[in-house]
């Protein structure tokens, strides 16, 4: 746990906690989708929540799901369509609902055939379609027996990331094929080992992103050695199988998540230390702003998750990004948004359509301080086309700094606009 809290210290990412349902999973499962939902609503743990439903589930789970957790694939075709029978497209799987999708797992790489080659142009056409995609590797018993498995997993790497992977659309799973299914764990050392080599070659590949992508443990994750695994060094998170199929077994991995968690915000409120943790979006009109603002508000230290878009694609927008990232403000996924567009009008009224959103237009320092105090702003909507970079950071700094007075008449007001989301239309 301890470590939990030192790697959010250092200014790292928050964890991503996946399962991974495989060839299981019936609408009668949905339930279990719905518990561990409401679970996360209660409970509004930091960690990311994924769920990765069979491609026959994955609509019906994200209604389940309501927005509280992510629905993923389990793998998808590097084609955008055509003659493949059987298969399903990245875009496929996002036009069902899913915002992301395991690639070259052990079990289509053993079972498939998948080559290194294939998985890396599936995880090329998953971020095409706007998926975050998780990037298996992992090594057998007889690799690790003859001293291989930190050579295997890293060509693994060299073969199967492609070009341009972003620590925001990307997280790798290091799964030893012989602890899948088995009950059976590599001690804390092998994990430990085998993460710093992967995050050294992440950063050999990709430099200074590399050293913010997750890498995922997977393999035999149980509530009771969850603790211990997800507080090494390195683990930015799981990748759970069987564990994630019943609620109950998978809240009991998500509580370990939450104390290490609450003991980071105790130690963050005794140093002054607190680091928000913001989320942006954006269509083809706020773009460039994007890139430049993520980039820049990085290097301010402050933890940026990017809901979109990955490229620039004049026909898209904004709905498409502003009300996935407004979602993920509303169950606390994100603490704050930054939302763009051309104007900022259209990603404020997207946003403001989601219950617990309150997004404001800002142009002004006043503004983008006395919404937070007296209105509890918690997104921030800018122009693309009217604000420059550097004055846009300024804001989103002021934006992101203030506080809410919870003064009472604030209270009140916000009581009654918040019956509003309640009464019927
Ligand atoms: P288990 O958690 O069932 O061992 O499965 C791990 C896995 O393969 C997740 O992708």
Request: charged share 20%.
């Amino acid at each position: 746990m301890c470590c939990v809290v030192g790697r959010f210290n250092e200014g790292s990412v928050r964890p991503l906690i996946a399962g991974n349902w495989k060839m299981n999973g019936l609408s009668s499962q949905l339930g279990e989708i719905e518990a561990i939902a409401a679970s996360v609503a209660a409970t509004r743990p930091i960690a990311e929540i994924l769920i990765c439903t069979p491609a026959t589930l994955i609509a019906r789970a994200v209604q389940s799901a309501a927005g509280r957790i992510g629905i993923g694939g389990q793998d998808c075709h590097a084609a955008v369509c055509g003659p493949f029978t059987g298969d399903f497209s990245a875009q496929m799987l996002k036009d069902a609902g899913a915002c992301s999708v395991i690639v070259g797992h052990s079990e289509r790489r053993q079972h498939h055939g998948e080559t290194d080659a294939m998985v890396a142009a599936k995880a090329s056409a998953a971020w095409r379609a706007g998926l975050h995609v998780i990037l298996c590797i992992g090594e057998t018993q007889a690799q690790r027996a003859d001293g291989k498995a930190l050579s295997v997993c890293g060509d693994q790497i060299a073969g199967s990331l492609p070009e341009g992977a972003t620590s925001s659309a990307t997280a790798l799973a290091y799964e030893p094929l012989w602890a899948i299914g088995t009950g059976q764990t590599p001690t804390a050392e092998q994990i430990v080992e085998m993460h710093a080599h992967i995050r050294q070659c992440l950063e050999l590949r990709l430099g200074e992103e590399g050293r913010s992508v997750r890498i995922l443990y997977g393999g035999s994750v149980k509530p009771s050695n969850a603790r211990e695994i997800l507080a090494l060094p390195e683990v930015g998170g799981a990748l759970i199988g069987g564990a994630s199929l019943k609620a109950d077994d998978f809240e009991g991995i998500l509580r370990t998540v939450s104390l290490g968690i609450d003991a980071l915000r105790v130690e963050q409120r005794t140093d002054g230390n607190c680091m928000t943790r913001v989320g942006i979006a954006s269509d083809h009109g706020g773009f460039a702003l994007k890139v430049t603002i993520t980039r820049s508000l990085r290097s301010l230290g402050y933890e940026v998750v990017d809901y979109g878009a990955y490229q620039l694609n004049p026909a898209d927008d904004y709905p498409e990004f502003i009300i996935p990232l407004a979602k993920a403000v509303a169950t606390g996924q994100v603490e704050r948004g930054v939302a763009l567009c051309g104007s900022g009008v259209g990603a404020s009224i997207a946003a403001n359509k989601v219950p617990n959103v309150r997004a404001g237009l800002i142009h002004d320092d006043f503004s983008a301080r006395q919404g937070v105090e007296d209105d509890d702003m918690n997104v921030i909507c800018l122009g693309g086309k009217l604000v420059e970079a550097a004055r846009a950071v300024e804001l989103i700094e002021t934006f992101l700094s203030a506080r809410f007075s919870g003064a009472a008449r604030h209270q009140r007001r916000l009581s009654e606009v918040q019956a509003l989301e309640h009464e019927d239309t």
